[in-house]
């Protein structure tokens, strides 16, 4: 007679079958039969402190390897504490597999205690969600749940496990496969697609190449490098694209948008033709649509067929993975041989000129801490293959102009959502992932106070994340919003009520260490990296310093504010900042 399994042990042999080596979750009532299965079942488990932590590092996990990362709730509030994560995945095509626990089967729809619709509730914010009826479903749905994870436009999805089905037991029929499958993606361009590619870039005289996460998901990294060098075609990123193509590359523009470089943004601006690579055309990289490239024919490269024609015409479309369709259009490139027009290299030397007249920027021999000045130091020391996670906000923008990226996955950023308190628990999930390699959170003093508490998972499982806090004691991305456009009516923005986050780590057991002076940053960050322990360091950063260039709301790039006005400010001045 075969040997019948709980509903947990045929879960859990469902995910060592994907290839599952870590679980980030937070036990609670309906899962508890899914946990006593685990106590021996030889997957890795992290205990959170809180679910939406969960979610953010299987969203880390996922990005730095390209599996899915999995993480896991009890019903009701376990779930919804998710949602935030789920829908930072959903806007970034992440694979995330979340399994949450629901109860039983023969209460659903009864108002039980911690019962949610977990399923209408995910609906808007992954791209699938199961409810399990039956244990013997479990393999199967599982199977599926991975496979949509990573098929087509990556993404989150749910699997709801009411208690009763953890519990039941059956008997185990898994699918065939002893692994992850590959990816399925769509392919819509023809070679007829490929020739009138190859024609438009040809032609062009100023082209860009507009490169965003999708290039990064489809391991398009080395294609795009090869296509912009066999053309010698710039290249500039999107905040989700960032390491897709070296930032120190001679042929790096880095990134456009609303904190572009003015040459970026000039670029784009006067370019006749813009090739967009797994771009989205979002509103933070266009400014007003009618003056986006507004010369430029268009060629889109995407594997969700939905995002053609969404927010900007395309000329040409070319539906499906990036990296084999670079590929097939490189092989036809070369074939015909392609030359380095003199009009070319004139482009090239035109935006070297608008990188002289505005470059990415700060005051150098100011006596306080720049924030610009601390990840200009992280990227100098950090090792070559450092993993680095940032929260939202001004840090944020600073870390993506001046941090020097050579690499794909080693960048993860909430970009799409926006979520505060993302960027430590990523890093935590990119840990988890790479354990010898090196993983700094680069977060602000808002973001970092509202997932903090994690540092207990840190310290209990000896993840070695190193955060760094770039300090300015307010919503700084607000307060700079308030400033420039709301004419300096401050408005809760204030966080000078904060704890001594140095104080905090070491009642944590976590060193730490606090900077306060321009000439202490290169030595306090090569001590900060020096070791394989997690460490915070608070660094005190000028609390009047702002993110320029900007695009204002409404504004087109080339409508940019580059410099802040050059206005003598009295040190009473800045006192007053906080009166409000």
Request: a negative charge; charged letters at 20%; aromatic letters at 8%.
């Amino acid at each position: 007679m075969p040997r019948l399994a709980s509903g947990s042990e045929i879960l859990l042999q469902s995910l060592k079958r994907e290839k599952v080596d870590v679980l980030f979750g937070l036990p609670g009532g309906a899962v508890l039969p899914l946990y006593d299965a685990m106590y021996s079942a030889g997957i890795r488990h992290l205990l959170v402190r809180h679910e939406q932590a969960s979610a953010f590092a299987a969203d880390g996990y996922a990005r730095v390897t390209g599996k899915p990362g999995v993480c896991l709730g009890t019903s009701g509030p376990g779930a919804t504490n998710m949602i935030t994560g789920l829908t930072s995945a959903m806007m970034d095509s992440i694979p995330v597999v979340a399994l949450t626990g629901q109860v039983p089967a023969t209460l659903i729809g009864k108002d039980a205690f911690q019962e949610a619709d977990t399923i209408g509730i995910t609906l808007p914010c992954t791209k699938q969600s199961f409810l399990v009826r039956a244990a013997a479903d479990i393999p199967s749905v599982i199977q599926r749940a991975f496979k949509a994870a990573i098929s087509g436009r990556p993404g989150p999805v749910l699997v709801d496990l009411p208690k009763s089905v953890l519990m039941e037991k059956s008997e185990a029929s898994y699918p065939p496969g002893t692994g992850p499958e590959q990816p399925e993606r769509a392919r819509e361009w023809t070679a007829a697609d490929l020739e009138r590619a190859a024609d438009m870039l040809l032609e062009s005289r100023r082209a860009v190449l507009y490169v965003g996460g999708g290039a990064v998901t489809a391991d398009a990294s080395a294609e795009v490098r090869e296509l912009a060098e066999l053309l010698h075609v710039p290249v500039t990123t999107t905040l989700m694209g960032l390491g897709a193509f070296p930032s120190r590359h001679p042929l790096s523009l880095g990134m456009l948008g609303m904190h572009g470089s003015y040459a970026t943004n000039m670029a784009i601006s006067q370019c006749d033709l813009l090739v967009a690579i797994g771009a989205r055309f979002d509103d933070r990289v266009t400014g007003r649509l009618n003056g986006f490239a507004p010369n430029a024919k268009k060629i889109h490269f995407d594997v969700d067929p939905s995002e053609i024609n969404k927010n900007v015409h395309a000329d040409l479309a070319l539906v499906g993975d990036a990296r084999e369709a670079l590929r097939a259009l490189i092989a036809v490139l070369k074939r015909r041989e392609p030359e380095f027009e003199p009009e070319r290299r004139q482009w090239l030397q035109r935006i070297e000129t608008w990188r002289g007249e505005h470059p990415l920027t700060y005051d150098k021999y100011a006596n306080n801490v720049k924030p610009q000045s601390v990840v200009e130091a992280l990227s100098q020391f950090a090792a070559e293959d450092a993993i680095v996670a940032v929260d939202v906000g001004q840090h944020q923008m600073w870390t993506a102009q001046f941090y020097n990226f050579s690499r794909p996955r080693t960048w993860l950023s909430s970009s799409g959502l926006g979520s505060m308190g993302y960027g430590f628990p990523a890093a935590m999930g990119a840990q988890m992932a790479f354990p010898e390699r090196q993983v700094i959170a680069v977060v602000g003093d808002g973001g970092f106070q509202m997932t903090l508490n994690d540092l207990a998972t840190a310290v209990q499982y000896h993840v070695p994340v190193k955060i760094a806090i770039l300090n300015n004691r307010a919503l700084g991305m607000v307060r700079q919003w308030q400033e420039i456009f709301f004419e300096k009516r401050y408005c809760d923005i204030d966080l000078d009520f904060a704890p001594d986050f140095v104080k905090l780590a070491e009642a944590y057991g976590i060193r730490g260490a606090r900077v306060e002076h321009r000439t202490d940053v290169a030595d306090a960050v090569r001590d900060f990296l020096s070791d394989r322990e997690p460490r915070l360091i608070d660094f005190w950063v000028d609390p009047s310093e702002n993110v320029y260039p900007i695009v204002p709301p409404g504004a087109a790039l080339s409508e940019m504010v580059v410099e802040p006005p050059r206005v003598l400010v009295e040190e009473e001045a800045l006192d007053d900042l906080w009166a409000v």
